[in-house]
């Protein structure tokens, strides 16, 4: 029953009354007064400027290097190459042109009679021969007609090439192959008897 003590207390209070099941007692009664805590006075603190030391900029010295213009040589023309002229194609027959030696890339080449001569009674046979020179040519024949017989024995056409050697001996009606002349030039020979006569001959040339 005795009362407690004044007591001061700072921030909260909390009051609790505990009890059991024995006595009981006519409890209790208190004032209570809360204050304003007094604010304490902050003294500022005045900042103290720190010192800028101003570093003037040195200035890099920049060298001017003159520059030397390199020597352009002179333009070299370029040489000029002369295309030479291509050697127009030929018409030859061996009644016109036979015993010559004619420069072609391309021609026709004929016997030039429709029907060739016999040789004369006083001789058993008669040749005409033209060459053409040109780099490896392609002979085609397009219509042939010489008397026909073994071997060629009488009358024939024979292909020779550069070095003199025989590319073939035809006679007949049949056309013959395809001839190649690989050296600088060929050399057509047309042989007649004094016997049957053929129509003649006729071919395509074209030369590299």
């Given at each position: ?7 001061s ?8 009354l ?9 409890g ?15 003294t ?6 720190v ?11 920049t ?10 040589p ?17 018409a ?5 042109d ?14 030039g ?5 016999t040789?004369p ?13 040109g ?6 024949f ?12 009488y009358?024939n ?25 690989g ?17 003649g ?8």
């Amino acid at each position: 029953s005795t009362l407690p003590p004044t007591a001061s207390f700072s921030g909260s209070v909390t009051v609790a009354l505990h009890s059991d099941e024995g006595l009981e007692k006519s409890g209790f009664d208190l004032e209570f007064r809360c204050e304003e805590a007094t604010p304490v006075p902050v003294t500022p603190v005045p900042e103290t400027p720190v010192p800028t030391t101003s570093v003037p900029e040195t200035p890099i010295p920049t060298t001017s290097v003159p520059v030397t213009p390199m020597p352009v040589p002179p333009a070299t023309p370029e040489p000029v190459v002369a295309t030479p002229e291509p050697i127009p194609a030929v018409a030859l027959t061996l009644r016109n042109d036979g015993g010559r030696t004619v420069r072609a890339t391309a021609g026709r080449l004929s016997d030039g009679w429709g029907t060739y001569p016999t040789a004369p009674e006083d001789r058993d046979w008669i040749e005409w021969s033209l060459t053409v020179r040109g780099e490896s040519c392609v002979l085609q024949f397009t219509s042939f007609d010489v008397e026909e017989s073994t071997a060629c024995a009488y009358d024939n056409l024979e292909v020779l090439g550069s070095d003199g050697a025989s590319l073939g001996k035809f006679c007949g009606s049949s056309l013959p192959p395809t001839l190649m002349a690989g050296g600088d030039s060929f050399t057509v020979v047309l042989r007649s008897d004094a016997g049957v006569a053929g129509s003649g001959f006729s071919l395509d040339f074209a030369c590299l």
